[in-house]
């Protein structure tokens, strides 16, 4: 009888226990929602740092390729023998390109002519510094100067000088 007994109240136990493990309870209900909140936070926060990382790399980027197009026409300039002169154009593809010391200058005759960039993508205009062109990312709603996000293209003012190509990314 004992024996029987002890059955019964073990299949009762087990009948409870299984009750009971039904779902989850409202605290458990809770931190998980908290745990995901926390994942989305950080998930956000990465996204973010993922646009600044493209737009920084998109403008170093470009100011490689902005010291090949200067190197390239310097270059060609050699060639033509007017690397020496102050002022100068030189016919580059079909397209007379304003040099100084044969370097493009840093007027719209100069250097934009040689970055064959996506409007959509880049706004410029020339620099409150004589003889500089500055560019900075589209996305960028306002003027490059106030956004601390651009490249600024100096024209060289020698002919022992390159151009001075300044890249600030403090704001993007």
């Excluded at 009750?19 to 956000?44: D, K, N, P």
Aim: aromatic share 6%; net charge neutral; proline share 3%.
């Amino acid at each position: 009888m004992m024996l029987v007994s002890l059955k019964n109240k073990m299949k009762n136990s087990m009948r409870n226990n299984i009750r009971q493990s039904h779902g989850f309870t409202l605290i458990e209900l809770v931190v998980v929602m908290i745990i995901l909140a926390l994942l989305a936070v950080v998930a956000q926060s990465k996204f973010i740092d993922l646009r600044t990382d493209a737009i920084v790399s998109t403008m170093d980027g470009m100011e490689t390729a902005m010291q090949s197009a200067a190197t390239l026409t310097y270059s060609k300039a050699a060639i033509a023998g007017v690397e020496r002169l102050a002022i100068t154009t030189l016919n580059i593809d079909g397209v007379d390109i304003k040099l100084a010391y044969g370097y493009p200058d840093g007027t719209a005759a100069g250097i934009p002519l040689l970055m064959n960039l996506p409007e959509n993508d880049w706004n410029k205009r020339e620099s409150v510094f004589p003889g500089a062109w500055i560019y900075w990312h589209g996305v960028i709603t306002e003027d490059a100067g106030k956004a601390a996000c651009y490249l600024r293209y100096r024209q060289a003012t020698s002919t022992t000088e390159r151009p001075i190509i300044n890249v600030q990314t403090s704001g993007c």
